[in-house]
């Protein structure tokens, strides 16, 4: 479970090596975009011996590799083989590549010895939008990231302030995501001076349904974190309904400030809970 | 012997007791300068070399207000190195990498002796490498009025770079063509110097307002221009965007919220790097979250500061030399920021200076041992590359004095289990914040005890250090060469430290 995964460059010597001090719940180490195609394998490099080596690592570690079928993605596969990373996130996947990868995975998988890699979907195509429904079938899937800067490429159209563009993709992925019990992961804000524009932005994915956000900037974290973590008038109050639901276990319904209080809202309460223990909201 | 910071001192040396030592000891003064015959004023500085009859073996001093713009130094020197006068003794109270024309001064042992309060580029090189003939001490800013004052640094003559001069030897520093703000630092020169030469570009009729008192004022040379005042500008104006150091600087100012020192009438100093300037920026955010004004701040000055001041979020500012060219537009126009020599900003000796009055202070370090003592003189291979300043000053001054640093600079860590040189005496220096963890010294049990409960990652500097290690591997140990270069000594005129050649394979 996380509120925020933050990228880091792979060919970013000084912040891989203090990538565990960010307030990110886990990191994205970045083979794809954010590397260019000089610097790709001493990108792949300085990521495999900082996961072998460093003693200091992020609490959750993912890693962006780059899409099935560069001349890259296997190589990039090999630092599977620290085992230390939790999640890999492949960009435009759609139900195709999604499947081929994984069989792909799974091969490799059992002849280096490993355990099974859960994959993050980055979804930032209309075909991987309109796939997205098949991709509960796959059973590595933890979570869909939302690409909103290629997704509005591919649709030629460009990104606004509003983000009215994405509303879509963002309500594709959230109800995705809801109904196969996946964490939904919002596109990153990319106007890293705009602290306003950041809140705004995440205010409202927040709203919709998102459970968590990509950012590109640490400085993006600590507003990210505040709005995807349980207030605490929230905690207080998924408390106070957690007493009231165990000193009354044989009733199915009870009230509270003079409203109806049933099984889903304990269940509410229960998520709540456990986010703000996760996060040390507690 | 071995002095209070347990490093090895000379016999003839007077050593560092401990940074209170100075208190219950009598302030020595000799007569501040008297000037016998009307200021005169000269064309040229050849001319005044004649006038006073300047020779080999003097003690000269400067003012570094005017930083890597100034020309000052430079054509002074060139006038030595005409006249092949030798084992000259200079005191500026800086010396900037733009002053090269030092270097083969001190090569051909024209320039054989030393005071300044900071170095760096290439003179700092070459005295590194053990080219100096005689001693470089190195003083703090407070430390230097000190010396000055007591006679132990007598300055046969003083040139004092001033930008605006009237005609009755009175100066300023805030306006004309090569402004360059408050001139705090030379002060004590004028005061106490043999003879004091202004070295001006502009002279105007009368001066109402002045810093430099014409009464010590012995001459005044007007040149073309005594410097670029675009030159004076520290380097950092903007707040960092490095990623650690954003974080280290709002962790230091968040852990100054827990402390409770942003606090109405609080006061406050802090470097002018990048890192620091974001601390400044996320204390203003504090200020105006919940509504506090400060009483001061001081220092060196920078646009951050002008802008609190502007906004009343502080009442005044105590500027001993302008950082940028809008403290300069600051201290010009606006009767709340205010000039401070550096006498009255570190000596202990004054009543009540302004690095008494500071609530906390936040300052960086080059290396920090596990004693807190902090070497902001030279690198982990003994070069030279800066120098106290005012940071053993304001360390010892203020009620909570803060390191802020990452732990590790260019793959070397910052925390060693000896620095290289003590700077400032670790019983001056309370916090360290890094961006791993923060440690408190032992001897602040308030501190600590007021910390105990916070949710603050707080190590022992020993676990940070080994913490440290765990990511860049120990580095080897290193040498230095036996010959002493000079010394860094504290404020109230004891030594801290020997200087020492850097090995010639390094």
Known sequence: ?282 | MINGVGRYIPDNLKPFISSDNYQGIPRKQIPKKTKVENTQFVENISTIFELINIKSNMTLSFHHHLRNGDKVIQIVAEEIKNRNLLNMHIAPSSIFPSYTNLVDLIKNKNITNIHTNYLNGEVAKIISQGYLDGELIMNTHGGRAVVIESGELPIDVAFIACPVVDKNGNGHGAIGKSACGTLGYAISDLEYAKRVVLVTDTIVENLEEYQIDGKFVDYVVKIDSIGDSSGIVSGTTEVTKDPIGLKIAKDCANLLDYLGLIKNDFSMQTGAGKTSLAVVKFVNDLMVKKGIVGSFASGGITKAYVDMLESNLFKSLYDVQCFDLDAVLSYAKNKNHLAMSASEYGNPYEDNPICERLDFVILGATEIDLDFNVNVTTDSLGNLIGGSGGHADIAHGADVTIIISPLVKSRIPIIKEKVMTVTTPGSDVDILITERGIAINPRRVDLRQKLKNSNYPIFEINELLEMTHKITGVPRKIETDDKIIGYVQYRDGTFLDCLRKVKDEY
């Open chain 1, 1 to 282: 479970m996380f509120r925020s995964l933050l990228f880091i460059p792979g060919n970013n010597p000084s912040m891989i090596q203090n990538a565990d001090i960010f307030m990110a719940d886990g990191i994205i180490f970045d083979l794809e975009d954010a590397v260019s195609i000089s610097e790709k394998n001493n990108a792949r490099n300085l990521i495999k011996h900082y996961l072998d080596n460093s003693s200091v690592l992020p609490k959750q570690v993912v890693l962006r590799v780059n899409s099935f079928g560069s001349e890259w993605f296997i190589k990039d596969l090999e630092i599977l083989k620290t085992k230390k990373v939790n999640y890999l996130l492949v960009p435009k996947l759609d139900y195709e590549s999604l499947n081929t990868i994984s069989s792909f995975l799974s091969d490799f998988e059992e002849k280096e010895k490993l355990e099974e890699t859960k994959i993050i979907a980055l979804v930032e195509t209309a075909k991987g939008i309109t796939e997205m429904s098949l991709f509960a079938q796959n059973n590595r899937l933890m979570g869909v990231l939302l690409g909103a800067e290629d997704l509005t490429n591919d649709l030629e159209i460009k990104r606004t302030e509003t983000s009215l563009e994405i509303f879509y993709a963002r309500s594709q992925v959230i109800y995705f995501c809801r109904a196969n019990n996946l964490i939904a992961i919002d596109t990153p804000y990319t106007d890293i001076n705009n602290i306003d524009g950041l809140k705004t932005d995440c205010k409202y994915a927040y709203g919709l349904g998102m459970k968590a956000k990509a950012a590109i900037h640490p400085n993006q974290l600590e507003i990210i974190n505040d709005i995807f973590s349980p207030t605490k008038e929230e905690i207080e109050w998924a408390k106070a309904i957690i007493k009231l639901s165990e000193e009354n276990p044989e009733k199915g319904a009870f009230q509270y400030r003079g409203k109806m209080i049933d099984k889903p809202i304990i269940e509410r309460a229960k998520k709540i809970i456990q986010k703000a223990e996760i996060f040390n909201l507690l």
